[in-house]
């Protein structure tokens, strides 16, 4: 008996920076690969100041994104008219700086209250008002506290206009927009759609750490089998990366960006002597990296304190920033656990073994899953 297929959404992650778009198909527990797509733009000035995210761009970084996001759309119009996609059912994730993570520690609740009490507990913690905001949560475990259980709740928040915008967007070169999501949560999807589909293990369930690098912060979370059990916003990027090797080797900014480019975009199998460079250039500034391993680690433990001493078996690195071999073998160096480049695409897909990996499509993957069963 035939299986019956069925078309998944088009999964988009937008970025001032890239776009990546993927579609795929399910029959039963198969997935395939309808169609991707993706561009990238370059860099825009300017940075948000430290942790203040997004809502810190002043009115000339705001105009600048906006006709970044024209060519975003403009290019995802072009490509669903030319490169294979089929249907209009999205799902879109909010550029990373529009997201604001707080962690909090609440009474135990029915979640049916939690929702509401949550509006009330981000008030003076978010920097505008809660109710003008769309607000999600993952439970992250619980804690006590003064001799008080207490939930410990991960509030992932952004502005309920930020979405309309991005939804009439999108509206407005005909697609229609079935779901949001955001890209900690995006990116785990695929490795728990996996873990939903393995065969069950005798140990239980695998813990995976999942790190996305953006230009200024990266996203950080924990995948238990079918589970995310945490997100952090750690305040590490890769400009900090690209000031400490300009400083180290006496180059530009601009000049330490083309240097990383070369180590990033070689193909699978790159020479030796660019991966070695790579690897002592690192090397060279790992007191810079380890602000970011320290916080890596710290994660770790702050899952094992409330997870009741569940560790980490993984560390995947995805996005774009992942193609850049020398860094992510850096970084495993120096960590107590495994570092690899992530493999969205090959964990649902049979594609493993006949195409490289592709990391930086982990969120557009896990959007596109958004119908899956």
């Known amino acids: 008996m035939p299986r019956k297929k069925t078309l998944l959404p088009i999964g988009i992650h937008l970025n001032p920076n890239w776009v990546h778009m993927v579609q795929l ?4 527990s198969t997935v395939i690969l309808v169609s991707r797509a993706s561009q990238a733009f370059p860099p825009l000035p300017g940075s948000p100041t430290r942790g203040q995210g997004p809502e810190a761009a002043g009115a000339e970084d705001d105009e600048a994104k906006e006709a970044r996001y024209q060519q975003v759309y403009q290019f995802a119009r072009q490509t669903l008219a030319s490169d294979g996609f089929r249907g209009e059912d999205t799902v879109i994730s909010l550029p990373a700086d529009c997201l604001i993570i707080q962690h909090v520690r609440m009474a135990p609740m029915q979640p049916e209250e939690l929702s509401g009490a949550l509006v ?20 992250a475990g619980t804690v006590s506290e003064n001799n008080e259980r207490k939930q410990d709740v991960i509030a992932l928040a952004t502005r309920r206009a930020v979405v309309e915008k991005h939804v009439a ?26 873990a939903m589909h393995a065969t069950a293990s005798q140990d239980g369930p695998h813990s995976l750490m999942i790190a996305l690098p953006g230009p200024w912060q990266t996203h950080v979370a924990i ?13 590490f990027g890769t400009e900090q990366l690209v000031a400490a090797l300009a400083k180290a080797r006496e180059i530009t900014p601009d000049e330490a960006r083309a240097l990383r480019e070369t180590w ?16 002592q250039a690192y090397s060279g500034i790992r007191h810079e990296l380890g602000h970011f391993i320290d916080e890596i680690e710290s994660c770790m433990r702050y899952h094992a304190s409330l997870a009741r001493g569940a560790r980490v078996d993984r560390l995947l690195i995805v996005g774009e920033e992942a193609r850049d071999k020398a860094l992510v073998r850096v970084l495993g160096s120096s960590l107590s656990v495994p570092c690899e480049v992530g493999d969205p695409l090959g964990a649902v897909t049979d594609l493993q073994a006949e195409h490289p990996s592709a990391p930086e499509l982990a969120v557009a993957v896990g959007l596109s899953l958004f119908r899956a069963n």
Do not use: N
Request: overall charge negative; proline content about 8%; some cysteine.
């Open 25 to 28: 198909e399910q029959a039963d």
């Open 169 to 194: 967007a999108l509206s407005r070169i005909g697609l229609r927009v079935v779901g949001v999501g955001v890209e900690p949560c995006a990116m785990c999807y695929p490795y728990a759609f996996a």
């Open 223 to 235: 995948v238990q089998g079918q589970e995310m059990t945490f997100v952090r916003a750690v305040e």
């Open 120 to 139: 009330w507990e981000l008030q003076k913690k978010l920097p505008y008002d809660p109710k003008d905001a769309v607000i999600r949560h993952i439970l």
């Open 264 to 279: 990033r975009a070689g193909p699978e199998g790159q020479a030796p002597a660019v991966q070695d460079e790579a690897v």
